[in-house]
C-alpha cells in the first residue's frame, strides 16, 4: 500500500537525457531560436576582446580611437539585448515544457488502474506533478541551450586562442581539461542529492494528505504533534539533501572559477615570460589574457547547465515513473451517447475466482450467480465476504483472474470501457461528495443532466428539503469531502447522483446505511420502481432491504452459500439466520428514528 513508484536515481542518465529530449521536441522550434538568439548575444560579446585588441593597436600607433570605442560600445548593447531576448524564448520553452508534462501527467494520473493507485500514495503523486516537474522549467530550455552554447563558445574561443598563441593556448586547454575532469566527477552527486530532496518532497505530501484526510480523528487523537514531527522528520531529510546539493554546487562552482584563475596565472606567467623573451607581443598577451576572462562566460554556462541537467533528470525520473505505471484504456475523445442495449441489464459471474494481491487469500473463490434484468439482487454476507468486491469486477476496477463476469451475455473485458461504465450508476460505500456545488456534485456522474431532471431526481431522494434549506440552492458550495452535510445527506446525494445517470444496472454498496427509516423507506421505494427498467444490486445489511429484494445471494468463503427469499433463506440457511438475527437486528436497533444526524 505505501511503495512509491520505483525510487528515483540518476542510475541511466542517458535513457533520462532521451526523455527529456521527448518532452522538448515538441518545442524545439521556440527552442532552437531561443538558443540561437542567445548564441549570437555570446558570439558579439566574443569579439569584444578583438575591438579591445584593436583600441590598443589605435592607441599605440597613434590614431583616432572614437571609430573602434563606438564599435565596442555597440556590441556590447547588441549582444546584451540579444542575450535578454533568447533568454526569454528559452524561458517560455521551459514553461511549455512543464506544461505538456503536467497535463500528460494527470492524463495519466486520471486513467491509472484502481490497482496501481493502490499501491501508490496520491500525496506523492501529487508531488510529481506539481514540485518534481518545476525542476523540468529549467533544465528543458535554459540549461540544454546554455550547454550546447557554452560547448561551442568554448570551442570558438579557444579556435580563436588557436590563433593568437599556441602555447598559452595549449596551458589553457590543460588547465581547462582538468577542471572538466573535476566536474564529471561532482556533478552526479548533485543529480543524486536532488532525487532524494524530491523524494523527501513526496514523502512530505504523503503525510500531509494521510493528515488531512483524516482531519478530525488526529484532533480527536491528540496527534497534532506527533503527526508535525513524523512531517518534520521528512522536511529535515529534504533540508539534508538540500544542504548536500548546495556543499556539491558550491564545489563545482569553485572549480570552474578556481580553473579560470589558474589559467590566468598560468597564462601571465608563461606569456609574461615570452612577452620578455620577444616572442609575443603585449597587445597579444592582453588579448589573451581578455579571452581567458571571457572563457567565464562559456565555462559558467556550462558549470549552470550540467548541474541543472542533473538536478532536472533527477526529476525526469520521478516523473517517468509515473509515466510507467498501468493505465485503462482511454475513453474516446468524443463521448458518444450510450451504445448498449435500452433497458435492465443481465448480469452474471461463472465461476469467478478473485484476489487482491498474489500474497492474500482467494476473495472470491468459483463464485457463480445470475442477476436477471429488471431483479433486485441483494448481496449479503459477514464482513469481508468480498460483497464490495463483486462491484468492484462488475464496474471492472479490477479483473478476475478466472471466470468471467458478463453484462448482458458480454465478458466486462470485452466492452470499451467508457461503455460499461456508462450502463452502471455506482454508489459506493462511504457515498464521497466532491468539493463545489451540490449542482457539480449531481451532475458529476451525467454532465448533461437538466436542471428539471436534477430537480425530479432529488424530490424522489427527498432532498428537495435539503434544496430549500442551501442559501444559495443548487448552487451552494457543498465543503471539502461534503463536510457541511450529514452522512444521510452525503448518502443521498451520491444516490441521486447515480440516478441522474439513468442507469441500465444500479449498485448499492450499503447506501443506505445512514438514512434513518422515513428516508431509507422512501429510497426504498424508489429503488423498487425503478427496478423494472434497472437492475439492482444491493449490499444489504437491513430487513426492510433484504425483505424487498427478488433474490437474496448469501455470500461466504468466496461462494454463494445459498440463495433465495428472506422466507426461504431463514429456514433453510444457518449462516443466514445468524446474520438476521444479528447484523439485520443491529441495524433496526441502531436505526435512528428522528432525522438523521
Ligand atoms: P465486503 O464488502 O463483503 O465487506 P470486500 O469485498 O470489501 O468485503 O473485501 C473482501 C476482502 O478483500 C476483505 O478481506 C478485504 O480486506 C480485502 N480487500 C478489499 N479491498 C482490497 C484492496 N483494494 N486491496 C487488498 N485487499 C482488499
Not at 518532452?23 to 578583438?50: D, E, K, Q, W
Not at 515544457?97 to 497535463?103: D, E, H, L, Q, T
Not at 568554448?154 to 573535476?182: E, P, R, W
Request: with cysteine; net charge negative; glycine share 10%.
Amino acid at each position: 500500500m505505501h511503495s512509491a513508484p520505483a525510487a528515483a536515481g540518476p542510475e541511466k542518465p542517458l535513457s533520462a537525457l532521451r526523455t527529456l529530449f521527448g518532452y522538448v521536441r515538441p518545442y524545439r522550434g521556440t527552442l532552437i531560436a531561443g538558443g540561437v538568439v542567445s548564441f549570437l548575444g555570446g558570439i558579439l560579446g566574443l569579439a569584444a576582446p578583438l575591438a579591445t585588441k584593436e583600441v590598443l593597436d589605435t592607441l599605440s600607433a597613434g590614431g583616432d580611437l572614437t571609430g573602434p570605442v563606438l564599435l565596442m560600445a555597440v556590441l556590447f548593447v547588441l549582444a546584451a539585448a540579444l542575450h535578454a531576448g533568447g533568454t526569454y524564448l528559452l524561458e517560455r520553452t521551459g514553461e511549455n515544457v512543464v506544461r505538456g508534462v503536467r497535463v500528460g501527467l494527470v492524463g495519466r494520473i486520471m486513467r491509472l488502474r484502481v490497482r496501481e493507485l493502490d499501491q501508490n500514495r496520491p500525496g506523492d503523486l501529487m508531488a510529481r506533478v506539481t514540485s518534481d516537474t518545476t525542476l523540468l522549467r529549467q533544465v528543458s530550455a535554459e540549461s540544454l541551450a546554455n550547454t550546447v552554447n557554452g560547448v561551442l563558445l568554448l570551442i570558438g574561443a579557444l579556435v580563436v586562442m588557436v590563433f593568437m598563441d599556441l602555447v598559452l593556448l595549449l596551458v589553457t586547454a590543460g588547465v581547462v581539461l582538468m577542471m572538466m575532469v573535476c566536474e564529471a566527477l561532482v556533478l552526479p552527486r548533485i543529480g543524486r542529492a536532488t532525487g532524494q530532496a524530491q523524494a523527501a518532497l513526496g514523502e512530505i505530501g504523503s503525510d500531509l494528505e494521510r493528515t488531512l484526510g483524516a482531519f478530525r480523528t488526529v484532533k480527536a487523537s491528540g496527534a497534532e504533534a506527533r503527526e508535525t514531527d513524523l512531517i518534520a522528520g521528512h522536511v529535515d531529510l529534504a533540508r539534508r539533501a538540500g544542504y548536500t546539493v548546495a556543499a556539491w554546487h558550491a564545489v563545482a562552482t569553485m572549480t570552474a572559477g578556481l580553473a579560470i584563475q589558474l589559467a590566468f596565472l598560468a597564462v601571465l606567467g608563461v606569456g609574461g615570460a615570452r612577452v620578455l623573451s620577444g616572442d609575443l607581443p603585449i597587445s597579444s598577451l592582453v588579448a589573451f589574457l581578455l579571452y581567458l576572462y571571457y572563457l567565464n562566460r562559456p565555462i559558467d554556462w556550462l558549470t549552470v547547465g550540467a548541474t541543472q541537467l542533473q538536478v532536472g533528470l533527477a526529476a525526469v525520473h520521478r516523473v517517468r515513473d509515473v509515466e510507467q505505471l498501468k493505465v485503462e484504456e482511454p475513453a474516446p475523445v468524443t463521448v458518444t451517447a450510450p451504445q448498449g442495449e435500452p433497458g435492465a441489464a443481465t448480469v452474471e459471474f461463472a465461476g469467478v475466482s478473485f484476489r487482491y494481491r498474489e500474497d492474500t487469500e482467494l476473495v472470491h473463490n468459483d463464485l457463480s450467480f445470475v442477476a436477471p434484468a429488471g431483479s433486485m439482487t441483494a448481496l449479503v454476507g459477514s464482513s469481508g465476504a468480498g460483497k464490495s468486491t463483486v462491484f468492484a469486477l462488475l464496474e471492472r476496477f479490477y479483473e478476475a483472474d478466472r471466470g468471467s463476469v458478463t453484462i448482458d451475455g458480454r465478458d466486462v473485458r470485452d466492452w470499451p470501457l467508457h461503455e460499461l461504465r456508462r450502463t452502471i450508476g455506482y454508489v459506493e460505500q462511504d457515498a464521497p461528495v466532491l468539493h463545489g456545488t451540490l449542482r457539480d456534485n449531481l451532475r458529476f456522474a451525467a454532465p448533461e443532466a437538466t436542471d428539471e431532471q436534477i430537480r425530479q431526481v432529488l424530490e424522489l431522494t427527498r432532498l428537495d428539503s435539503l434544496l430549500r434549506r442551501l442559501p444559495e440552492g443548487l448552487d451552494t458550495a457543498v465543503g471539502h469531502r461534503g463536510t457541511t452535510l450529514s452522512g444521510g445527506e452525503r448518502q443521498r446525494i451520491a444516490i441521486a447522483r447515480a440516478l441522474l445517470r439513468y442507469p441500465r444496472l444500479l449498485l448499492l454498496d450499503e447506501a443506505t446505511s445512514q438514512l434513518d427509516s422515513v428516508n431509507e423507506a422512501a429510497l426504498r421505494e424508489v429503488v423498487a420502481d425503478i427496478a423494472g427498467t434497472t437492475t439492482v444490486l444491493v449490499i444489504a445489511h437491513r430487513l426492510s432491504t433484504v425483505a424487498s429484494a427478488s433474490q437474496i445471494l448469501v455470500l461466504d468463503a468466496g461462494k454463494v452459500r445459498a440463495s433465495g427469499t428472506h422466507r426461504e433463506l431463514i429456514s433453510d440457511d444457518d449462516l443466514y439466520r445468524q446474520l438476521a438475527a444479528t447484523q439485520f437486528a443491529a441495524a433496526s436497533v441502531l436505526e435512528p428514528t428522528g432525522p438523521e444526524a
